[in-house]
């Protein structure tokens, strides 16, 4: 059996999850400090945007995060073919907007 479990803390800062493999009886603990990351996110989002930059930062994404994605839905931001495939991004969007609104700094 596949085990997916993560605990969310955004107010505290930390976010940890255990993932289970089904071909193994691998079990492998993630877990990391995003206080850090959620600060960042607060002064971006004070900064605002540049209106002349060619791009706009939509989140900030903790490595943790990233991997609760990859394993839940299969979306892995980190691999250069899923960047390039804007159905993927979308749906990754729409999975941040909806689960982790605390990392947004604009929509």
């Known amino acids: ?12 800062g ?10 193994t009886k691998v079990h492998r603990s993630v877990a990391q400090d995003i206080k850090p990351i959620l600060d ?8 605002g945007f540049n209106r ?6 939509f989140a900030s994404i903790p490595d943790v995060v990233a991997i609760e994605i ?8 980190h691999n250069d073919e899923t960047i390039k495939d804007k159905s993927e991004m979308k749906k990754f969007k729409n999975i941040i907007i909806r689960e982790y609104p605390y990392l947004l700094v604009s929509t």
């Open 40 to 47: 960042e996110v607060k002064e971006d989002r004070a900064a």
């Open 70 to 77: 990859a394993t839940k839905y299969g979306i892995n931001i």
């Open 14 to 23: 930390t976010l940890s999850g255990i993932i289970g493999f089904e071909d």
């Open 1 to 12: 059996m596949l085990e997916k479990k993560f605990k969310h803390d955004a107010m505290g």
């Open 52 to 57: 002349k930059a060619n791009y706009r930062k």
